[in-house]
Structures are given as structure tokens and as C-alpha cells.
């Protein structure tokens, strides 16, 4: 955690005073477009690695009776054996996340002396990932203002209803909170707990701590250290466009910002965060539980000459039959020697 704690804040430093020192296009030009560029190419290269990946078995995971006979009523979606089962189960997981909302607690206990394991519910772990992500895809949905002129319909109704309640001037958005309230959570269940602290690792801390430091500088920057707006909107628009425009004059802020989602940028097709793409490329969850109907083969084992039992006991038939072993078929009488 120390080493990842490190790492955040260093990147949060580097974006304040590299500004401060007169690279505002460096830091305001240069590295998010750099960082974009990794993040494409990055992510289309790992996704083209795993669409190559052959997978050899049919590997699904399965949390329902497959179907076999017809008097026995299978389950669609946690065994599926055709395709619009599949679709309806991945949308499900991705939409959804239910595999997580499945998800339960084991813990050892001792009752009456003896030893057992109890199983707990654990809703409160996924409420809260559904809580983050779909905050994070709002809050995606409302930057795309800063890309676009002019602002689709579609962004101004999702950017009404996430500030409907009008608190507050600028006015206050309700993904803010949920997306603060969503990492607390994550943060404080991965640091109080000692057995996930035991297990995690520093790439786990630090896109924790990334996130943190993104989510609290860009609400740092709408409702504290406020900045030109119409400015700001100009500079990611020459971005978007490839048509760079000098991003002196705004606050130091905007650099902090950039900068720690530059760093996210870079390190998210290298980390777990994969798990966006990686999702819909697992045979865990994309194959039809279809074992029953078709035989899977594995491709990748070369021909072989095998040599069956037949014709092992043609072979050797005499000598089972001289050493007291039972044969399918008793050996040929042996013409009478003259």
C-alpha cells in the first residue's frame, strides 16, 4: 500500500509543478495525447491477443442444471446451450454484475467446539462496484461535453438528471458523491479486512489510489479551485481534434488532473482494469454448456497411432492363454505335426 500511496501522490506532484514550472503544453498537450495513444493502440493490442487465444475446451462456468433429459427442467442462463442464452447471460454480468451479486462470504467458525465453515451473504461488495462503475460511466457520458459542439441532446438530458436536484452553484452532481462513497468503500473493505490486505497486491492499492486522487481533483476543480470552463473546452477540443491549443492560464488544478488521468490512461490496458474488454473474452462466460450435444476435441493434440486391445491380444494371445489370462477370442488350434 506504502509503495502505491508513493507512486500516486509522485504523479500527483509531478502534475503540479511541472506546470509551475513553464510546461504547461507539456503536461497540457503532449502527455494526454501520448497517454490516449497508448491507451488505443494498448487496448486494441490485448484485445486482438485474446480474440486469438484458441481455446481448445469447452470451459464454461455453470451454476445450474444442464440439460439432459426432457422431464428434467434445465436453466437457461447459468448453463446456457444456445447462443441468445449466452447473450442473455453476458448482458447480465456486464450490465449487472451477477455473478458478483451471487457472491458470498466464507468464514471459520467454531460451534460447540467444533470446526465449521459458514457461509455469509455479501450484497454490500456488489452494490457498491455497481455503484462506482455506473457513477464512472455517467461521469464519462458528461465529459463528453468538453469533446463535442455541439452538446448532443442525449449528454444534456444524462448531465440534467445527475444534477436534478440543483444544490448548490455550480451545480452539484449526485455521481460525485456516489463515486466517493463507492471508493471509501473499496478502499476501507480492502484495508480493514486482513485477509484481503494479506493477498493484495501494490497494482491493487494504486489503481484504488489513482482513482481516488482522479474523482477528488475533479470535484477539487468544479466546486473548490475553480477554473475557465469555456478555456478548458477549447484545450480538449484541440486535442480531440489534433489541432493543439496553448492550455496557459488556467489553473494548476487542470494540470493535476490531466495528469493522474494521463497515468491512468497509460497503465490501464497493462493492469486489471483490462477486465472492461477482458469480460466479454472469457470462455468462461461466452461458451454454450452444450457438452451433451457436440464433442469438443482438443486441436491441438497431433495424430496418434493407437493400438487397441484387439489387436494387443492378437498379438500376444499365446501367451495370455499359456499364462492363465482370460482372452475374447481362444487362439486358432494348432495343426498336427505329421
Known amino acids: 500500500m506504502t509503495i502505491a500511496l ?8 509531478i502534475g503540479w509543478a511541472g506546470p509551475a514550472l513553464g510546461l504547461q503544453y507539456l503536461f497540457g498537450v503532449i502527455l494526454p495525447l501520448t497517454a490516449g495513444a497508448v491507451f488505443i493502440i494498448g487496448f486494441i493490442w490485448k484485445i486482438v491477443h485474446w480474440a486469438k487465444s484458441p ?10 442444471q444442464q440439460r439432459t433429459l426432457s422431464w428434467i ?9 444456445t447462443t441468445p442464452a449466452v447473450v442473455g447471460r453476458m448482458l447480465l454480468e456486464v450490465l449487472a454484475f451477477r455473478s458478483l451479486f451471487r457472491n458470498t462470504r466464507a468464514e471459520r467458525t467454531t460451534i460447540d467446539g467444533t470446526p465449521r465453515v459458514t ?21 464519462i457520458i458528461r465529459h463528453a461535453r468538453f469533446f463535442l459542439d455541439p452538446v448532443p441532446a442525449c449528454i444534456a438530458v444524462v448531465e440534467f438528471l445527475d444534477g436534478v436536484f440543483q444544490i448548490g452553484a455550480p451545480r452539484f452532481y449526485l455521481t460525485d458523491a456516489f463515486i466517493i462513497m463507492a471508493l471509501a468503500f473499496l478502499f476501507l473493505r480492502r484495508a480493514c479486512s486482513e485477509r484481503l490486505r494479506y493477498i493484495s497486491l501494490p497494482a491493487d492499492w494504486f489503481a484504488l489510489f489513482l482513482l481516488i486522487a482522479i474523482a477528488g481533483s475533479g470535484i477539487c476543480m468544479r466546486y473548490i479551485s475553480k477554473v475557465d470552463i469555456n478555456q478548458v473546452k477549447e484545450v480538449i477540443m484541440g486535442l480531440a481534434t489534433l489541432h493543439p491549443v496553448s492550455p496557459e492560464g488556467i489553473g ?8 493522474l488521468v494521463s497515468a491512468l490512461l497509460i497503465y490501464f490496458p497493462f493492469s486489471k482494469l483490462m477486465h472492461m474488454g477482458g469480460v466479454f473474452f472469457s470462455p468462461t462466460r461466452n ?15 497431433p495424430p496418434k497411432n493407437f493400438h487397441t486391445y484387439a489387436e494387443y491380444e492378437d498379438e500376444f494371445r499365446d501367451a495370455m492363454v499359456e499364462a492363465g489370462i482370460p482372452v475374447d477370442k481362444q487362439p486358432e488350434p494348432k495343426p498336427e505335426e505329421a
Request: aromatic share 18%.
Open 6 to 13: 508513493a507512486a500516486t501522490l509522485l504523479i500527483l506532484f
Open 55 to 64: 481455446v481448445p475446451f469447452a470451459i464454461p462456468t455453470v451454476a445450474g
Open 252 to 259: 494548476s488544478i487542470f494540470f493535476v488532473h490531466v495528469t
Open 119 to 139: 457461509y455469509f451473504s455479501n450484497k454490500w461488495l456488489w452494490v457498491f462496484a455497481l455503484l462506482f462503475h455506473y457513477s464512472m460511466l455517467v461521469i
Open 73 to 81: 427442467k434445465p436453466n437457461r442462463l447459468d448453463c446456457p446451450w
Open 287 to 301: 461458451m454454450k454448456c452444450n457438452t451433451r450435444q457436440e464433442r469438443h476435441v482438443n486441436p491441438w493434440n
